[in-house]
Each structure stands twice: as structure tokens, then as C-alpha cells.
């Protein structure tokens, strides 16, 4: 592939936190600026664009970065805002252009020589670059599905110091870190707090808490489980404070994912009606697939969006042999896939054409979890159609070949 005859010169830029590399070359390959640093702020962005302005300015010089975490962001605008062309790169296009070189050598300086020399030879593959509605979408979406995963992180960290002083807790509640679960803890996290309690206290405090739906029964029940505990007793104390702080982190979560999901609702009625009409799609998966793939002209076809979300299929053949079974590759957006592969889960559930397609990649042998992932990929198609002629998603009649089959009809809750 041959550069752009519209740009004479390249500039290479490696993306970093606190400080960027820019290097230029000229269409000759031949360096015109040498690799040099300069910090991420106001001052580093002005000697950018002096050494820009000496190279030929915005309508001489192509401008190449890698799309490194969220870095980028500013560096792109402003160049963008002075009317530079810039072209983000994903960073494994980067780490391909520095394997052809003879020699390894990983530094920042050359890195920013390979960037510029892929723009040159015109290798670059356009980015995802979203707009001011799709970036307010990734951003609330992704910190929604980042304090989900904190919330399990801390329950894992409140099993740790739980379950050696009171390993009969779990078996209490059909839900342990329910409402009513976390009172408990907060109030009495240790067999001896919960047989120092006022029998009368204990009972108005699960009562009150589950609006009573569990009674003087359950409350015995606990009391049972306190008295006849095998948990130990060394380290109780520290049990003790470590649980209660880990509670209080859970319970200061929720105000914080309910404001979020409001605004993220707010954000559902900003977009498209036809986006909620794909199978399996909810509030939150809607604004969340909106922000990860919008604008969708960036994908010339749905292979390229399931490569995107890192649903393609690994290939391993060499010889006479071919690998038996093929994985994701996993090489793309993991909130894009989780999004995918959660609409996909929902679909399953329901009459229609994805729930037919699950039903017969089960019945060719594949497992729940690889079935569902088969029909995320097969979701991702319908999601690329559906958005690029921005029209409502239109399915099949159900196929009712399940009532035939009823042990496939369900498919398992996922955790």
C-alpha cells in the first residue's frame, strides 16, 4: 500500500502518560525530525505543533498515534482543532510494524519511527474515534461495569474474612449479601457478636430489614448457626473491623450504580428506537453497545466489528493438523464483548431466531457457554446490519421445534 500523494511528511507519535514522542519522516523514509519527547501539557502541545508548523503544517504532514488507554484523547483534539489529519492506531498494528525490523529494540523513540513509517506506507487502519453522545455513553457504562466488578471484588474480600470465623453464614440466607444479609453483618459479622445480642434485638433487626419476610424461624435459626459455629477464634477482632469496612464500602456503592443507572436511562431515550428492538437489549446494554461501536461506519463489514469485540476465532493449522477446538481471540473491547455476549445470554432465554440458533449449536454438541458465545457472534452481525441501515430489527417466526426437545428449552442463569 502506497501513502497518500496529498501529505509529504509523517509524524509518528508514541502516546504516553505524563510525556509523548513525536518523530517525522518524509515520503523518502528519510527522517526530517528526530524522535524527541515532549510532556503532556500546554507547553509540550505548543512545542508540537512548532515542529509541525516547520515540517509543513497541517496540509503537508499526516499526523499517526496509538490509541493507548485514554491518553490520546486530548493530544487527538488538539491536533485535530488546528486542522491536522490524525489517524489513531490500534497498538497491535504498532507491535506488527516493530516485528519487521531486524533488529529488537523497544524504546519510546522507536516506536513513534514505526507509527510514522506505517502512515507513510499507508497501513494504517482507521479507529474508532466516538462523538460527544457515544463517548458520554462509554464512559458512564464502563464506570457502571467497573463498580459491578468492585462490588464482587469486595464480596470475595468479605468471603476471606467471613468465612474462617463463621463458615456456616452462607448457608443462612438463600442470598447472603442481600439487605437483610449485610445488616446482619454490620450489625453482629462474628458468631460471639450475634450471641451477644438481645435475642428481642436480633429478631427486630431481620424482620425490620426484610420487611418481614423472614421470621422468628430464620431468626433461630441464625442464633443456631452463632452457638454451633466452628469457625475459629484466633484473629477475631480483626475479622470483625475488616468486615464491617468492607460492608460499609458495598453499602456506599449502591447510591453511586442507582444515580448512575439513572443517567445512563436519560442516555437511552437520546438514542435511536431502533437500538432497543435488538434481541436481548435492555437500558444499559443499549447506551453501552451505542458507545463502544458508534459511529458503526467504521466497520466496512460485521467481520470487522466481531473482530473489534474480540469474538473472532483463533486459527492453528499447520501441516496435516488443525486445532480441534478454536477459541476467541479476544483481541478487541472487553466491555463491547461482555455487552454482546450478556444480549446474547438474554436472547437465549426467549422465543426467536437467536434462541432457535442457540438451540442448534447445542444440539451439534457445543456446551451452554460456547453456544451462547456462537450466538453473540451471530448478534454481533444482526447489531452491524441493524445499525447501518438504522432500521428497526425485524426477527423470524419462532421456530417451536424446542417443545419437541424440552430438557435443551432453558438455558442456565448466568452468575
Request: proline share 6%.
Amino acid at each position: 500500500m502506497s501513502s497518500s500523494p496529498k501529505y509529504t511528511r509523517f509524524c509518528g507519535i508514541d502516546v504516553g502518560k505524563s510525556k509523548h514522542v513525536a518523530a517525522i519522516i518524509d515520503a523518502d523514509r528519510q527522517t526530517v525530525t528526530r524522535a524527541r519527547s515532549f510532556r503532556n501539557d500546554a507547553a509540550g502541545y505548543q512545542n508540537l505543533l512548532e515542529r509541525l508548523t516547520d515540517a509543513g503544517g497541517a496540509s503537508a504532514v499526516l499526523v499517526g498515534m496509538e490509541a493507548t488507554a485514554h491518553y490520546w484523547y486530548s493530544l487527538r483534539d488538539f491536533l485535530t482543532d488546528r486542522g491536522y489529519e490524525v489517524a489513531v492506531l490500534n497498538p497491535i498494528q504498532t507491535a506488527q510494524q516493530a516485528k519487521k525490523g531486524i533488529r529488537k529494540a523497544k524504546t519510546d523513540k522507536v516506536d513513534a519511527g514505526h507509527i510514522a513509517m506505517l502512515i507513510r506506507n499507508g497501513e494504517q487502519r482507521p479507529a474508532l474515534i466516538p462523538g460527544e453522545l457515544a463517548m458520554t455513553c462509554r464512559q458512564l457504562t464502563r464506570l457502571r461495569y467497573a463498580l459491578a466488578r468492585q462490588g464482587a471484588r469486595i464480596k470475595q474480600i468479605i468471603w476471606s474474612r467471613l468465612h474462617p470465623v463463621w463458615p456456616e453464614y452462607e448457608a443462612i440466607f438463600s442470598t447472603p449479601f442481600s439487605r437483610t444479609g449485610r445488616a446482619l453483618l454490620a450489625a453482629a459479622p462474628t458468631p460471639d457478636d450475634i450471641l451477644a445480642m438481645d435475642p428481642k434485638q436480633l429478631d427486630d433487626l431481620i424482620c425490620k430489614t426484610s420487611r418481614g419476610r423472614y421470621g422468628p424461624a430464620n431468626c433461630e435459626k441464625v442464633r443456631r448457626a452463632a452457638a454451633e459455629s466452628i469457625g475459629t477464634r484466633r484473629g477475631i477482632e480483626g475479622a470483625r473491623i475488616g468486615i464491617r469496612s468492607l460492608i460499609a464500602q458495598l453499602d456506599a456503592l449502591d447510591p453511586i450504580k442507582k444515580q448512575l443507572d439513572e443517567q445512563i436511562a436519560k442516555l437511552a431515550e437520546r438514542l435511536p428506537d431502533y437500538l432497543r428492538t435488538l434481541p436481548g437489549a435492555d437500558t444499559r446494554s443499549v447506551v453501552s453497545l451505542f458507545g463502544e461501536i458508534d459511529p458503526i461506519s467504521t466497520f466496512a463489514t460485521p467481520a470487522k466489528l466481531v473482530a473489534f469485540a474480540g469474538l473472532d476465532l483463533t486459527v492453528f493449522e499447520t501441516g496435516q493438523y488443525a486445532a480441534p477446538r478454536r477459541r476467541i481471540t479476544k483481541r478487541g473491547s472487553p466491555t463491547l464483548r461482555y455487552t454482546l455476549w450478556q444480549m446474547a445470554l438474554r436472547a437465549c432465554r426467549h422465543d426467536g431466531d437467536l434462541r432457535d440458533y442457540w438451540l442448534r449449536r447445542r444440539g451439534e454438541g457445543l456446551t451452554h457457554r460456547s453456544a451462547v458465545t456462537a450466538t453473540a457472534i451471530k448478534l454481533t452481525h444482526v447489531a452491524w446490519r441493524i445499525l447501518t441501515d438504522a432500521r428497526p430489527y425485524l426477527p423470524q417466526r419462532p421456530n417451536r421445534h424446542s417443545e419437541a426437545n424440552p430438557s435443551n428449552t432453558q438455558p442456565p442463569v448466568a452468575d
